[in-house]
């Protein structure tokens, strides 16, 4: 049985898509997200092995949820939509395949004999991202959307990764790996990325060791093993 | 009393040069309102004219001339004021100089004098805005009996011998200030006659041009048929009172009026030569009857006898014709051959805004075309897919919902018409809304205050669809949170608003720059309804987004 995700905002969009891939016997539905947000959780937890992706979705299309997702988690992806105004002809390369709602059951067999085949030559999908221009963030109990360039430094600990703003911080769902691969965010310590714009001052300290003061004034460990990129970074 | 007798027969010559003065070209200068400098030297040359002539015309008296020359010069200056009057007085002075006499001196300047007097009673009548009495008879008498008299005295203070001037004067005073004052009197009432007449004809050149403006003013603008053409030759032969009036566009005649209207059918081509020369060369043509002949092409019978053919135009562009009859005994009126090519220059801007009107209209139609064909795919194959899900849970729901897609799709193809009442516009969003409610079930949450007052009220149909669209596919469909979107109708201030709200607040921007279909639904509303109404744009960013439609209390109706 295939482990497959479905993410769709809409309820009955899930529940159709759910019945028709349950229907074809070969797949195993761990979970329906009804956003981005949820379908990271569920990816982190779940580790599927194929994703049914809506596009058009409140706050962060399909497009932004991939990436979102870590390298090594990344599923491979299959897009459903209701119109095919993004001519997903151009993306076959990238995704896997393409559904156009409502899905007919013949066609739906096909994906799957594709997803089939390519788990079975053991491709690792691999879909083409792009820098975040927005790190998705929980705030009470709303999704908040943080402007990389605006956010000073993200700190991951056991309670989560939490981002760092002069408003504050927030917990966010992406990993610290996700965020520093697909932001300017520069590592300085194994639990810390910063944003480079907004250090104050460096101070040295014993043992190639170094701590960063923030234009906020929070300070920040720099651990030997990114010290030296990071005077790469700054040019000194 | 001989001389005065002979000073009366010599200035009935003047009152025949005054007759044809009026007849002449050179009289139009005396028609405007004010002299330009062009019209006082025609007038100084005609005035120096007759006082010289009036000198030439002069009986020999003791050494002396008994004459009419101040008449020219008077008149010269009560017209034309003191400049023009004192010119041709030292015209007529310097020429009677020349010709000697132990007067010579003092005539030449008492002429000059009474031109300026003329002058100076000019100034004052101007003065006191009494412009009307500078052709006053009266005036002219009275003021030239003065000036005759100024001379006599000039003449018995200047000439020597005195004794000489004094019994000179004695003899020809009283017939030269009798015969001068009553020429002059006679001569400016021959003027003002003219004068009165061209005002008088203009009068009702300008009554006439501006009736026919009047009547057939808007009758165009419902474009260029033989309905409209008939109504528009029927008036242009009344205003005009000519024979017959005919109407064309480039190939039949559309309407016919009048006299000869047995054989002259609309509908029928056109056969006249003239009326082809007219449309081929685009200019006026003019058969007068006389040196070019007019004959009916239709019926050998035909009693019309002179036309004129008038091209209509737009842009220049020659789209038919308007042809004036008169009958073969009468004679066509230079009045109405003026007054036709003015008419037919009035209905070619008539019929340029009626083109003007009818592209707008064009413009408002296609921008029905256009938010129908916005009825977006996206919303199609949801609902689709949203049915097909529905199918397996609950058949009857998803029966109600295929017929209501089937009846928003119905709306949106079959509504051509630019007004709808406020219950079918609900009908058509309600259809959308139900689809829409199914595909994103408790995300999304309609709440209605409608005034049931409203319900007939007529509004420009796909005014709130467009709207409420917007408020679920750009605001509800991007939230997380459960969605809210209100519509209410209620009057307010005399006006009827409608509102449509959601709470999502993410389109503010692209509203605002008048994107989304929102141009088109203002512009139309400002078409159909008056320029007063519209939408209006209230937003706050992630909190609600509110468009406020203004409609008139009585809702719209068609023009």
Not at chain 1, 217 to 224: A, E, F, I, K
Not at chain 2, 251 to 276: C, N, Q, V, W, Y
Not at chain 2, 355 to 363: G, I, M, T, V, W
Request: hydrophobic share 45%.
């Amino acid at each position: 049985m295939i482990r497959a995700l479905i993410v769709d905002d809409e309820l009955h969009a899930r529940e159709e898509l759910q019945t028709l891939l349950e229907e074809t016997g070969e797949i195993n539905v761990l979970a329906t997200c009804a956003n981005a947000v949820e379908a990271i959780k569920a990816i982190q937890r779940l580790r599927p092995e194929v994703l049914f992706l809506d596009i058009q979705m409140p706050l962060l299309s399909g497009f932004d949820l991939l990436n979102m997702i870590d390298e090594e988690e990344m599923p491979h992806v299959v897009f459903v939509t209701a119109y095919d105004e993004y001519a997903l002809k151009a993306f076959e390369e990238k995704t896997l395949d393409y559904l156009l709602k409502p899905v007919e059951p013949a066609r739906l067999r096909k994906t799957v004999e594709k997803v089939r085949s390519a788990l079975k030559a053991g491709v690792q999908p691999r879909y083409e991202t792009q820098t975040l221009n927005k790190i998705p963030c929980l705030s009470a109990n709303k999704i908040k959307l943080i402007d990389p360039a605006v956010v000073e430094h993200i700190h991951s600990d056991l309670s989560g990764v939490r981002v760092f703003t002069h408003e504050g911080s927030f917990f966010t769902e992406l990993t610290l790996k996700t965020l520093e691969q697909r932001t300017d965010l520069l590592r300085c310590h194994k639990q810390y990325l910063v944003n480079v714009d907004h250090i104050d001052e460096i101070l040295l300290l014993e043992n190639g060791l170094a701590e960063i003061k923030t234009r906020c004034g929070r300070q920040l460990p720099v651990s030997r093993r990114y010290f030296k990129r990071l005077k790469e970074v700054l040019g000194f | 009393m001989t001389l005065f007798l002979e000073l009366l027969q010599e200035m009935s010559v003047f009152l025949v040069i005054a007759y044809l003065f009026s007849k002449s070209p050179a009289f139009r200068s005396l028609t405007g309102e004010s002299l330009r400098l062009r019209h006082k030297v025609i007038l100084y040359l005609v005035f120096s004219a007759c006082s010289i002539l009036g000198t030439y015309f002069g009986l020999p008296v003791q050494d002396a001339i008994a004459n009419t020359r101040a008449i020219g010069a008077v008149l010269a200056g009560l017209i034309g004021g003191p400049l023009l009057g004192g010119a041709v007085g030292l015209t007529a002075g310097l020429h009677r100089f020349t010709l000697g006499g132990f007067t010579a001196f003092s005539c030449g300047i008492s002429t000059t004098a009474e031109g300026l007097l003329g002058g100076l009673v000019h100034l004052y009548l101007v003065r006191n805005s009494r412009n009307n009495d500078l052709f006053s008879p009266s005036i002219a008498l009275v003021t030239t009996f003065f000036a005759e008299a100024l001379q006599m005295a000039i003449i018995l203070a200047t000439a020597h011998p005195f004794s000489e001037a004094i019994s000179l004067v004695q003899v020809i005073a009283a017939p030269m200030m009798l015969s001068n004052s009553v020429g002059a009197a006679l001569f400016i009432s021959i003027i003002r006659d003219q004068k009165n007449m061209y005002d008088k004809f203009g009068a009702i050149f300008s009554a006439q041009a501006l009736k026919v403006a009047e009547r057939t003013l808007g009758i165009l603008v419902r474009g260029f048929s033989p309905s409209t053409a008939e109504q528009i030759a029927d008036i242009i032969r009344e205003e005009t009172g000519v024979g017959a009036v005919a109407i064309t566009d480039r190939e039949k005649i559309l309407a016919f009026s009048g006299m000869a209207a047995d054989h002259h059918p609309p509908g029928g081509p056109i056969t006249s030569e003239i009326t082809r020369e007219a449309i081929r060369n685009n200019k006026v043509v003019y058969a007068d009857g006389v040196n070019t002949p007019y004959h009916c092409t239709l019926s050998p019978d035909c009693p019309l006898g002179s036309s004129l053919v008038v091209p209509l135009r737009i842009d220049n562009e020659v789209v038919g014709t308007i042809k004036l009859y008169e009958p073969k005994h009468k004679l066509f009126l230079n009045l109405n051959r003026t007054l036709g090519e003015g008419i037919a220059s009035l209905l070619s801007d008539q019929l340029l805004r009626a083109r003007y009107e009818e592209q707008k209209n064009l413009l408002i139609k296609s921008e029905l075309k256009l938010l129908q064909a916005q009825v977006n795919p996206h919303f199609l194959f949801n609902a689709l897919n949203t049915i097909s899900a529905i199918i397996r849970k609950d058949a009857d729901r998803a029966r109600e919902l295929l017929l209501h897609l089937s009846n928003f799709f119905r709306k949106n193809l079959k509504r051509s018409g630019d007004l709808a009442t406020l219950a079918e516009e609900l009908d058509h969003v309600n259809s959308y809304l139900k689809i829409e409610m199914a595909r994103f079930e408790d995300r999304l949450t309609i709440e209605r205050d409608i005034d049931p007052q409203l319900l007939n009220l007529k509004i420009p149909t796909f005014t709130l669809q467009p709207i409420i669209e917007n408020a679920v596919k750009h605001g509800i469909s991007t939230m997380l949170e459960p969605g809210v979107v209100r519509l209410r109708a209620q009057r307010r201030n005399g006006q009827v608003v409608v509102e449509i709200e959601d709470n999502a607040g993410t389109y503010c921007e692209r509203i605002k720059r008048g994107g989304l279909g929102m141009k088109i639904v203002n512009q139309r509303i400002k078409n159909l309804c008056g320029q007063e109404f519209g939408t209006q744009v209230a937003c706050e960013p992630n909190q609600s987004t509110r468009i406020t439609i203004v409609l008139p209390e009585g809702g719209c109706e068609t023009t």
